[in-house]
C-alpha cells in the first residue's frame, strides 16, 4: 500500500497536485495565519454594521452582533479542533471539502461543500470589485460632482489592478499584504468611527430614527436579512485552506492566529456598529461612507478624513479579493498546472495568467452588472457562510470526538446546529425577498449602488 503522508492522501498525489504544491504551501507561521484570517472576516463589510443594525434596532442589534460573534469563535475553534485531530491521526488536510468529506464519510458532502465554497468565494470577490469601484466614485464625485464617468467604469479600473495582483502564486506569498489589510482595517474604522461621532453633531444630518417597520412581518424578514448579513460579516468559510498555508505540525497554532483576530474584530465591529447606527439610525445606507457623503446636500464630515478612509477601504478591498480567490485558483491550478515544471515555468504561467485573467473578469462582469452591495451580503451569508462556518463544525467536531450524548458540549452543538439551519432557511428567504424588492430600483449596469 502507498504511503500516506500529512495531507491525507498518497505522496504521489501529493507531489502531483498542483494546487497544493503551488497554491496551498504549507511554509507559514501562526501570525500569518491570523494576518490571512483577519483579512477574510475584518473587512471593509463592517461598513454595512449600521445598515444591518437599521433592520433589529438596538437591543436586537447588539445581542445579534454578540451572539454572531462568539458563535463563530467557537465554532471556527471546534474546526481548528478537528484538524489538528486529523494530523495528529496522520491525515492532514488542506482543504474543506476534503475534511468534510473525509469526517462524514461521505462522497456527496465533498461536491456540496466545493459548490457552496465555490459560490461564497465568488461572490465575496463580486462584492470586493464592486465596493472598490463604489470608493473610487465616492472620490470622483466629490472632486467632479458632474463628472461623465459612471460605475461600471470604476469596476473596469479596479478590474485591472485586481488581475495584475491576482498573478501573485500562492496563498502563503499574501502574508505581507495581508498584514497591511490588517492596519487598513484598523485605520479606516478609526477613521469612520471619527467622522460618524462628528456627523451625528452635525446640524446638517438627518433626524436621528431608531424605529422599526410598523408591520411584524415586515420586521420579521428584515431581521432574518440583517442576521445574515451579520453571518457573512464573521465568516469566511476557508479556514482549512488558511490552516493548510501553516507550516506542520499546525497543532494548537490557528488557536493564537484566531485569538488575533478576534482581537482586531472586537475593535472595529463594536464601534462602527455603535457610532454608525448613532448618526444614522435608520436612514444608514449599506456602505455607511455613503451616508457620510450623501448625494445631496453637504458632506458630513471633513472631506480630507472620509476620503482617507476610502483610499484604505479601497488598498483593502483589493487583498480581501486576493484571499477569497485562492479557492479557485487552487480548484483551477490542480488541474491546469504541470508540478514537473517549474511554478514560473512558462507552461505553468501561460495558463496561470489565462484563467486567473478571466476569473477576475467573470467576477466584474457580474458586479457592474448587478450592483446591490447590501443584498449580495445577505444572500452569500444566508446560503453560504451560515451552513459551512456556522453549521457544518459543529457537526465536524461531534463527528470527530463523540462526545457523550449526554454532555453539554454535545447539545450546545445541536443546538447551534438547529438555530443556524433555522436562521439560514429564513435568512435566505428573507434576502432573496429584499432582492427582488430592490430589483425594481435598479437598471442593469447602473451607476448607482441600490441599498
Not at 189 to 209: E, F, N, Q, R
Not at 326 to 334: F, G, L, S
Not at 374 to 382: F, Q, S, Y
Amino acid at each position: 500500500m502507498e504511503a500516506q503522508n500529512l495531507n491525507g492522501f498518497s505522496d504521489h498525489q501529493r507531489e502531483e497536485d498542483a494546487g497544493a504544491v503551488f497554491v496551498l504551501q504549507s511554509r507559514g507561521n501562526w501570525w500569518h495565519a491570523g494576518f490571512h484570517l483577519t483579512t477574510a472576516i475584518v473587512g471593509p463589510t463592517i461598513l454595512t454594521l449600521p445598515y444591518a443594525f437599521r433592520g433589529m434596532g438596538w437591543g436586537l442589534g447588539l445581542l445579534s452582533l454578540t451572539v454572531t460573534g462568539a458563535v463563530s469563535f467557537y465554532s471556527y475553534y471546534l474546526m481548528s479542533k478537528v484538524l489538528d485531530f486529523c494530523e495528529k491521526d496522520g491525515r492532514r488536510h488542506i482543504r474543506f471539502r476534503e475534511l468534510a468529506s473525509d469526517v462524514l464519510g461521505s462522497g456527496w458532502m465533498f461536491y456540496f461543500v466545493i459548490c457552496v465554497q465555490t459560490a461564497v468565494n465568488t461572490g465575496v470577490t463580486i462584492g470586493c470589485i464592486l465596493l472598490s469601484g463604489e470608493c473610487l466614485q465616492i472620490m470622483y464625485s466629490n472632486l467632479y460632482p458632474d463628472g461623465p464617468l459612471k460605475l461600471y467604469q470604476f469596476i473596469a479600473m479596479v478590474t485591472v489592478v485586481m488581475i495584475l495582483l491576482s498573478q501573485l502564486p500562492s496563498f502563503h506569498s499574501l502574508r505581507h499584504i495581508n498584514l497591511g489589510s490588517l492596519l487598513l482595517s484598523l485605520g479606516y474604522t478609526s477613521l469612520v468611527v471619527i467622522a460618524c461621532i462628528h456627523a451625528g453633531y452635525s446640524s446638517d444630518v438627518p433626524p436621528k430614527d431608531y424605529s422599526l417597520s410598523t408591520r411584524k412581518s415586515t420586521r420579521t424578514f428584515d431581521a432574518f436579512a440583517s442576521i445574515s448579513i451579520l453571518a457573512s460579516l464573521f465568516g469566511n468559510g476557508i479556514l482549512p485552506e488558511i490552516q493548510a498555508t501553516v507550516a506542520p505540525p499546525a497543532t494548537g497554532k490557528m488557536v493564537k492566529g484566531l485569538v488575533m483576530c478576534y482581537t482586531v474584530i472586537f475593535v472595529t465591529f463594536y464601534s462602527t456598529a455603535v457610532s454608525g447606527y448613532w448618526a444614522f439610525g435608520n436612514k444608514a445606507n449599506s456602505n455607511i461612507l455613503k451616508s457620510l457623503m450623501p448625494d445631496n446636500g453637504p458632506s458630513l464630515a471633513p472631506t480630507w478624513l472620509i476620503g482617507l478612509a476610502v483610499i484604505f477601504v479601497l488598498f483593502q478591498l483589493f487583498a480581501i479579493g486576493l484571499v477569497y480567490s485562492q479557492v479557485a485558483y487552487e480548484i483551477m491550478e490542480k488541474k491546469s498546472a504541470d508540478v514537473k515544471h517549474g511554478m514560473f515555468s512558462r507552461r505553468n504561467l501561460v495558463p496561470r495568467l489565462f484563467l486567473r485573467t478571466l476569473y477576475m473578469i467573470f467576477c466584474a462582469f457580474f458586479a457592474a452588472m448587478l450592483p446591490f452591495f447590501g443584498d449580495i451580503n445577505g444572500i452569500v451569508g444566508a446560503i453560504g457562510f451560515i451552513p459551512l462556518d456556522f453549521i457544518l463544525p459543529m457537526l465536524l467536531y461531534n463527528m470527530t470526538y463523540n462526545p457523550p450524548k449526554t454532555s453539554f458540549t454535545f447539545w450546545l452543538n445541536v443546538s447551534i446546529i438547529v438555530v443556524f439551519t433555522g436562521t439560514g432557511i429564513m435568512g435566505t428567504f428573507s434576502s432573496v425577498r429584499k432582492l427582488v424588492l430592490d430589483a425594481n430600483k435598479f437598471k442593469l449596469f447602473g451607476s448607482d449602488v441600490v441599498d
